[in-house]
Nanobody, 126 residues
Framework: QVQLVQSGGGLVQAGDSLRLSCAASTHIFSSYAMGWFRQAPEKEREYVAAITWTAGTTYYSDSVKGRFTISRDTAKNTLYLQMNSLKPDDTAVYYC???????????????????WGQGALVTVSS
């Protein structure tokens, strides 16, 4: 069974940059798309960005557009999230996710993702 293993995260100051990684344990040849979500304390899980695995088409939430970049390395089966100009409001646990079968739901819907990483805490101090 494919597993998603995250790395990265930590404590940074406002304006700093950070990169998250998400490595798949096996080749995701059937992955349709992957994405990043985040969950702040006492808030619902929020969509951040998504990328189609084959074409590399990217999508972003309005809150991170222009600051965050999602990318993937198909040879390494790894997903990345480059986060620049971080703000205290970006503080959350970040999760990577994969859609591995056809699903009618939009990429921003967490129920449309089928595999999840273990999460990585990102804390941005002011």
């Amino acid at each position: 069974q494919v597993q998603l293993v995250q790395s990265g995260g930590g404590l940074v100051q406002a304006g700093d940059s950070l990169r998250l990684s998400c490595a798949a344990s096996t080749h995701i040849f059937s992955s349709y798309a992957m994405g990043w979500f985040r969950q702040a304390p006492e808030k619902e899980r929020e969509y951040v960005a998504a990328i189609t695995w084959t074409a590399g088409t990217t999508y972003y939430s309005d809150s991170v557009k222009g600051r965050f970049t999602i990318s993937r390395d198909t040879a390494k089966n790894t997903l990345y999230l480059q986060m620049n100009s971080l703000k205290p409001d970006d503080t959350a646990v970040y999760y990577c996710a994969a859609r591995v079968r056809p699903d009618y739901r939009d990429y921003h819907d967490p129920d449309g993702m089928h595999l999840w990483g273990q999460g990585a805490l990102v804390t941005v101090s002011s």
